[in-house]
């Protein structure tokens, strides 16, 4: 059964505390992304993954990193320099020139 | 770099009629165009997209047109159902943009009354 998976659903941060959503995917996808989802607004792009141990800043990388140590997993922190984190984060992932595919997402509140 | 305008924000039809969602996008060079359906609380799911050298593409009760000239495209829903009430968010991608980046519009909330 082939998708993406993102962990966890929920996820609650104190003030000052660097937390790290998971993303895994099983699509054989070579492109990864992580994005950024306020209410009622569109998709931001944060950081993206076109091959292993590479990836590139995004519109608004500021406050997060990111690793891509295997292609199945792209890893992202958010850590306490992004002053604003509460919002929901969705992974997605691509190949060649077909759309972007995406998880389910995880809703990240600050305490 | 690419700037996507999405109309309206939000859109309330009666069952069974149609439902029309407009995209203008800024960069002549942007040649893919998909369109995702988001429900509540859930990632965005790829309904349909559309490249540059097509002007219309159909699946079932969902097709899209795209006008290059004009630099807009949009997505048109036939016989809603009270199902298709989701969010829609259409995107554009350039052939030479690195990793395959999509730029968003800002999203239309469709609900459609039973």
């Known amino acids: 059964d082939g998708g993406i998976t993102q962990s966890p659903k929920y996820l609650f941060r104190k003030e000052g505390q660097n937390v790290t959503l998971s993303c895994e995917q099983n699509?054989?996808?070579?492109?990864m992304y992580w994005y950024r989802q306020d209410p009622g607004q569109g998709l931001r792009l944060i950081y993206y993954s076109q091959i292993v141990n590479d990836f590139q800043k995004g519109d608004i990388a500021e406050g997060y990193s990111v690793s891509r140590e295997k292609k199945e997993s792209f890893p992202l922190t958010v850590t306490s320099a992004q002053k604003n984190p509460t919002a929901f984060y969705l992974c997605a992932s691509s190949i060649g020139r077909e759309g972007q595919f995406f998880g389910p997402g995880t809703r990240l509140t600050v305490l | 770099g690419e700037n996507v305008e999405q109309h309206p924000s939000t859109l309330s039809v009666q069952e069974g009629d149609s439902a029309v969602i407009k995209c203008t996008y800024s960069d002549s060079a942007s040649n893919y165009f998909p369109w995702y359906k988001q429900e509540l609380g859930k990632g965005p799911q790829l309904i349909i997209d559309i490249r540059s050298n097509v002007g219309e593409k159909k699946d079932q009760r969902i097709a899209v047109t795209l006008n290059k000239t004009a630099k807009h495209f949009s997505l048109h829903i036939t016989e809603t159902q009270p199902e298709d009430s989701a969010v829609y968010f259409c995107a554009a991608s350039m052939p030479k943009a690195a990793g395959n980046k999509l730029t968003f519009g800002g999203g239309t909330r469709v609900l459609v009354k039973p």
């Open positions: 699509l054989n996808h070579d492109a």
